[in-house]
């Protein structure tokens, strides 16, 4: 009978130990993942492997809204009550990777596993590139600051010879200025 042969691989497949085994031997092969990955950055932690520590939750996020501030992007749309402190929200505070893994591996079956893996590779990549352009564009306008203070930097070395003859020009005009107005006082004195 076709019909029960179905529901037991559906069993294995939902057993953590048949879904680990495999994929702790070799990545799974998907249609996005890119050969510039290595192939175990998709992979789950799984008992057993070691992995690079990564930048905590509280961390990137306040990270990223310090960007977008700075951009002018404004912060990210306001997380819906409650899901602050939901230790099973990747984007929450409280966000807790190994319970969060646990519920997953235990509870999906293969098919849902690499739909959500897909998921996350997608949404790492936009991540990444939204960080990179936003990297892009500060760098871009340090660049045109730089510029900018360096075309001052030449007007002004200009100025300041232009400076100089004012200035010369001025004390000139000054000391005309006191000639002239003790002039006539001596010029009076001499015809009394």
């Known amino acids: 009978m076709s019909s029960s042969s179905p529901i037991p691989q559906q069993r294995a497949v939902s057993n953590p130990k048949p879904v680990s085994s495999p994929l702790a031997s070799s990545a799974p092969v998907t249609p996005t993942q890119s050969s510039s990955h290595p192939p175990t950055a998709s992979v789950p932690n799984l008992p057993g492997r070691r992995t690079v520590p990564s930048t905590p939750p509280s961390q990137r996020t306040r990270a990223k809204d310090l960007l977008r501030k700075h951009y002018g992007l404004g912060l990210g749309p306001p997380p819906p009550s409650g899901s602050a402190t939901d230790p099973m929200n990747m984007d929450s505070t409280a966000f807790d990777a190994k319970s969060y893994y646990e519920q997953l591996i235990t509870t999906s079956s293969l098919p849902t596993l690499i739909k959500r893996e897909n998921e ?4 790492i990549r936009e991540l990444d590139s939204e960080r990179q352009s936003l990297v892009y564009n500060h760098h871009h306008e340090l ?24 200035r010369a020009a001025f004390s000139e005009i000054s000391r005309l200025a006191a000639e002239v107005s003790t002039e006539p006082t001596e010029g009076e004195g001499k015809k009394d």
Not at 120 to 123: A, D, V, Y
Not at 148 to 164: F, G, N, P, W
Request: avoid cysteine; charged fraction near 30%; glycine fraction near 0%.
């Open 143 to 166: 660049i045109a600051a730089s510029d900018t203070i360096a075309a001052m930097k030449t007007r002004a070395e200009s100025l300041d010879s232009d400076l100089d003859l004012l």
């Open 120 to 123: 996350l590779i997608t949404e």
